[in-house]
């Protein structure tokens, strides 16, 4: 079988292999959909701690080709997303619950080698059914879903109250979404005008146009803001570019008693006023990867899949990661690029899947 591994910064080389074997408690998955986001790029640059050569891909979906022994429910031929975060069970934070920043954590395609091959073997308990009427390919997003749906709540959502999203990307969207289905009106920023675009149709109520050269909110979205929250601020705001200022802006703008999510992750720093969070006394939190949350992400992601699709802005073919990789520098009106496998393609060609889940042929189509 065809794999592509990372040897080096930004160095793809591809490989035949042996396909893998089946194990006692594991399933062999044909990958046919891999997602990139922004720790693919990191990787690929050479810029991760796990370091290099490693066969990337987290972000996927695929059908079970076989399966091990299990009590599951899983069979040969199902639709499945799988769930790529490993963790001990033993340490502190996993004994506590809270496994999604275990001292040991891993993840696949990150630390171990991942989906950019045509077979792989996958632990049988990361296996997760896809919605009957789920695209394979709008599945693959289930990752990334389940990372906003765990920001959300660790935000404390209430119904009726005003959240501000920091932040339209991918992540920052996909909040956006669920927070509108738990009955939260959200505002959305951002430095794009396109992304705010998308972001009123996964629910804003309100989008504000950041310029980093002058300040933000500028008089006029103040009086927006102070408008959709009685002149008190956003009770939750949930900051998901990184950029330092905007978790400086997350905390001059959240209510007092608010709640602060930073899901954005950068190795900068932030200047934080020491009076600030005290004197409005804010929860200011932290939120990584997700509490096995991907069948949750995969039921948003079936409620919604018109909104889901506006999010893959982008295809490749499996033999186009070096074009994929150059593209996502580009930054500007990307959202999610979809690496389409040798499998989805041959299934596309024998007509088993909707036409609209097969994209274009041809390298770098938008969707």
């Known amino acids: 079988m065809l794999t592509a591994r990372t040897v080096a910064k930004e160095t793809i080389r591809y490989e035949e292999v042996a396909e893998p074997?089946?194990?006692?408690?594991?399933?062999?998955?044909?990958v046919h959909n891999v997602t990139l986001c922004g720790t693919d790029l990191h990787i690929w640059e050479d810029d991760y701690p796990a370091g290099l050569p490693v066969v990337q891909g987290h972000e996927f979906s695929g059908v079970v080709e076989a399966i091990g022994n299990n009590a599951s429910g899983v069979r040969a031929g199902d639709r499945v997303a799988v769930s790529p975060m490993t963790y001990c069970g033993a340490c502190q934070p996993c004994r506590s619950g809270r496994f999604n920043v275990c001292r040991n954590i891993g993840c696949i395609g990150?630390?171990?080698?991942?989906?950019?091959?045509?077979?792989?073997?996958?632990?049988?308990?990361?296996?997760?059914?896809?919605?009957?009427?789920?695209?394979?390919?709008?599945?693959?997003m289930a990752e990334p879903a389940s990372i906003a749906m765990q920001a959300v709540n660790r935000g404390r959502p209430v119904a009726g109250e005003t959240a501000l999203v920091l932040g339209s990307g991918p992540i920052g969207l996909l909040a956006t979404l669920y927070l509108t289905d738990l009955g939260v009106n959200v505002a959305c920023a951002d430095t794009e005008a396109d992304r705010l675009e998308l972001a009123t149709a996964f629910g804003a109520v309100d989008t504000l146009l950041v310029d980093p050269a002058a300040?933000?909110?500028?008089?006029?979205?103040?009086?927006?803001?102070?408008?959709?929250?009685?002149?008190?601020?956003?009770?939750?705001?949930?900051?998901?570019?990184?950029?330092?200022s905007?978790?400086?802006?997350?905390?001059?703008?959240?209510?007092?008693a608010g709640r602060i999510v930073q899901v954005g992750i950068s190795a900068r720093s932030?200047?934080?006023?020491?009076?600030?969070?005290?004197?409005?006394?804010?929860?200011?939190?932290?939120?990584?990867?997700?509490?096995?949350?991907?069948?949750?992400?995969?039921?948003?992601?079936?409620?919604?899949?018109?909104?889901?699709?506006?999010?893959?802005?982008?295809?490749?073919?499996?033999?186009?990661?070096?074009?994929?990789?150059?593209?996502?520098?580009?930054?500007?009106k990307v959202g999610k690029i979809l690496i389409e496998m040798p499998a989805a393609r041959a299934r596309a060609r024998q007509g088993l899947i909707s036409e609209s889940a097969v994209g274009s042929a041809l390298s770098g189509a938008s969707a």
Do not use: W
């Not at 074997?21 to 044909?30: E, N, P, Q, T, Y």
């Not at 045509?118 to 990361?126: A, G, H, N, T």
């Open 215 to 244: 300040g933000f909110p500028d008089a006029e979205q103040a009086g927006r803001l102070d408008q959709l929250t009685g002149g008190y601020g956003p009770g939750l705001v949930l900051e998901a570019t990184g950029a330092p």
């Open 21 to 30: 074997g089946l194990d006692a408690g594991r399933a062999l998955v044909r």
């Open 270 to 332: 932030a200047t934080v006023s020491m009076k600030d969070i005290p004197f409005k006394e804010l929860d200011l939190m932290g939120s990584r990867n997700s509490l096995n949350l991907i069948p949750d992400g995969l039921g948003l992601l079936a409620r919604h899949p018109d909104q889901a699709r506006a999010l893959l802005t982008h295809r490749f073919a499996f033999e186009e990661l070096q074009q994929a990789y150059g593209l996502m520098r580009n930054r500007r």
């Open 110 to 140: 990150c630390y171990s080698d991942g989906a950019l091959v045509e077979l792989l073997s996958v632990p049988v308990d990361k296996l997760c059914l896809v919605p009957d009427g789920l695209d394979l390919d709008l599945a693959a």
């Open 246 to 256: 905007s978790l400086e802006n997350a905390i001059r703008l959240v209510a007092s």
